[in-house]
């Protein structure tokens, strides 16, 4: 599916009962992508259970820039997967946090992740036998 | 870390106890990036418990370039988590599977993927109703 056209032709009931992201075409692949882009998953992780300031989600998120954390986080906000609420105060104050469809999305995520850290040693490893 | 040089520079046991992918400079970010990459995540998929060739992988992943499965099946090969076994045989016939690594990696992915297969409708749903 294409960023613009965000409506399925066909009714959802019979287009969509569940994504099959092995079909080119399926929409379940622009969420993929933004759930596995380089710093969905980080920022997925980052608001596990806890709301965050954009300024300090940089901090947290090693090497993020400003303009890809901007836009990560809109691309979750758009899959409805991550709440912005702004405070009417001086200066703004922009606070994020999962909704409940984020809250399971990150524990997916965190899954994989937490598995990448811990056998780390051993892909290593591996990537050392195989050079 | 970059591409080029595989080995960190401390040893293993004092620098890579457990990955950190919150760290701009962990090699686990590598790692992510492959297992979670456009292709990556359904070649792991795909490869669950099945063995399968090269032109399989390219039937049963929709719309993946012969160019972008190679270089894939070369990454997730290097952090050992693919084997490849070319047959000395006429014509030429290369067999793909997951090691016992690999096959930990995917069980992972494929439960994000399962989740955002479920969920498209409502992920949809809230992206029309953000719309």
């Known amino acids: 599916m294409k960023k613009k056209s965000k409506l399925p032709r066909d009714p959802l009931s019979v287009q969509l009962r569940r994504g099959d992201l092995m079909a080119a075409q399926c929409p379940s692949r622009e969420i993929l992508k933004h759930m596995t882009s380089r710093w969905g998953v980080l920022?997925?992780?980052?608001l596990q259970g806890r709301t965050h300031r954009f300024g300090e989600l940089r901090r947290i998120i090693g090497g993020?820039?400003?303009r890809m954390l901007a836009q990560t986080l809109q691309w979750l906000e758009n899959d409805g997967l991550v709440n912005r609420v702004a405070l009417n105060v001086v200066p703004p104050h922009?606070?994020?946090?999962?909704?409940p469809l984020g809250q399971e999305a990150a524990e997916k995520v965190a899954a994989l992740a937490d598995w990448i850290e811990t056998r780390l040693p051993s892909i290593l490893a591996s990537q050392r036998d195989g050079a």
Do not use: K, N, P, R
Not at 43 to 46: C, D, F, K, P, T
Not at 94 to 99: F, I, K
């Open 43 to 46: 920022v997925l992780i980052a």
């Open 64 to 66: 993020v820039s400003e």
């Open 94 to 99: 922009v606070e994020y946090s999962l909704t």
